[in-house]
């Protein structure tokens, strides 16, 4: 009996140690490199302003402004609250580093939500890159999966499959005194490796498809689009993701590398993938071709001028509101055409 309570207090103990360390990775950067966590923490603080003003105007334009709700736009809207939930992060994890510093279950909350909306984002941007190519290239056979009531279904198993898979690794590894690369590979492999190839597939398959005669179908400028979403994805994932996965696996492979080096390494990876949160809405801009119209539009205080593809989701005006917007387009007067000038043109 005494054995079985000494053996339930040292797994306790190892447990509650690598969760120590783990918890307080902050505190100890700003005790051992001051002036980096200095840096880091201004970085940090620019990220969230620039991502969260940014990621709130493109969250008023699809859900407000923009009337038909694709499976893009659903897509979309599921990425810019992730990218938002990684924004608001940022200023919690300083607050509890200078008041909260000690309380592990708020750190264990904070890391659990940081690295699921992370995971979310990574998810989500592959749900883009996979719609735009079935929109280019599989145009008739994916009409039935491109469905708004699937993509809801998608999102919602993205949610609960990057919350279940980060809940049980960080469960695993806490249960661990030393990092292995069983208990990285997993994650690594289902939330980021995985969907590194499959956009980097399709970002292949959309560049060999432009040049086919059988998508002329497929206006030249939208299929330029689909390929610049692809491209600014990829490298999306170049510079915010892959610099920490690789710090994650190079761990796991030399557990004994110099602490100083793990914990800059660390931080620094850590916020390149908070980057991520400014650099989406570069996204945005390729998923509807009146996103950044639309976005111009609220800040001009005149009514600027309209092309004809624009007027649908911008302007909803009156219906005179409408002809004058498509008048000053085609450079005609403002007036409402007779029949028989109908009838002629």
């Known amino acids: 009996m005494a054995s079985s309570n000494n053996s339930t207090v040292s797994s306790n103990y190892t447990t509650y140690s690598l969760f120590?360390?783990?918890?307080?990775?902050?505190?100890?950067?700003?005790?051992?490199?001051?002036?980096?966590?200095?840096?880091?923490?201004?970085?940090?603080?620019?990220?969230?302003?620039?991502?969260?003003?940014?990621?709130?105007?493109?969250?008023?334009?699809?859900?407000?402004?923009?009337?038909?709700?694709?499976?893009s736009v659903i897509y979309t809207i599921n990425l810019i609250i992730t990218d938002l939930l990684v924004g608001f992060s940022l200023p919690i994890r300083i607050i509890m580093h200078y008041s909260a510093r000690n309380c592990q279950r708020c750190a264990l909350v904070h890391i659990f939500t940081y690295f699921v909306n992370m995971y979310c984002s990574i998810l989500f941007l592959t749900c883009i890159c996979i719609d735009r190519y079935l929109a280019i290239v599989q145009v008739?056979?994916?009409?039935?999966?491109?469905?708004?009531?699937?993509?809801?279904?998608?999102c919602i198993f993205i949610w609960v499959f990057a919350t279940v898979v980060t809940f049980s690794i960080l469960t695993m590894?806490?249960?661990?005194?030393?990092?292995?690369?069983?208990?990285?590979?997993?994650?690594?492999?289902?939330?980021?490796?995985f969907p590194l190839v499959i956009i980097t597939f399709f970002t292949t398959r959309i560049m060999?498809?432009?040049?086919?005669?059988?998508?002329?179908?497929?206006?030249?400028?939208?299929?330029?689009?689909?390929?610049?979403?692809?491209?600014?994805?990829?490298?999306?994932?170049m510079i915010c993701f892959t610099p920490f996965h690789v710090r994650q696996l190079a761990i796991s492979i030399n557990p004994a590398m110099p602490n100083d080096i793990s914990l800059i390494?660390?931080?620094?990876t850590v916020t390149l993938s908070s980057l991520n949160s400014c650099m989406d809405p570069?996204?945005?801009?390729?998923?509807?071709?009146?996103?950044?119209?639309?976005?111009?539009?609220?800040?001009?205080?005149?009514?600027?001028?309209?092309?004809?593809?624009?007027?649908?989701?911008?302007?909803k005006g009156s219906g005179s509101n409408a002809i004058m917007a498509f008048s000053n387009a085609v450079g005609t007067p403002v007036a409402l055409p007779s029949p028989n000038s109908t009838a002629s043109s």
């Open 173 to 193: 590894a806490m249960q661990f005194s030393d990092c292995c690369i069983a208990q990285i590979l997993p994650l690594m492999v289902c939330e980021y490796l």
């Open 140 to 154: 008739e056979a994916s009409r039935r999966w491109r469905n708004p009531n699937y993509a809801k279904g998608i």
């Open 208 to 237: 060999c498809a432009l040049s086919k005669p059988t998508l002329m179908h497929q206006s030249r400028e939208r299929r330029m689009r689909a390929v610049q979403l692809l491209i600014t994805v990829l490298i999306i994932f």
């Open 20 to 71: 120590n360390k783990f918890v307080h990775l902050d505190g100890e950067l700003s005790d051992t490199f001051y002036t980096l966590w200095i840096v880091l923490v201004v970085i940090n603080a620019i990220i969230f302003l620039v991502g969260v003003v940014l990621n709130s105007l493109a969250l008023y334009v699809f859900c407000f402004r923009t009337k038909t709700k694709t499976t």
């Open 282 to 315: 570069i996204v945005y801009c390729f998923v509807t071709n009146n996103f950044q119209s639309t976005m111009k539009n609220i800040f001009r205080k005149s009514e600027p001028e309209q092309t004809s593809g624009d007027i649908i989701s911008v302007n």
């Open 265 to 268: 390494v660390y931080h620094v």
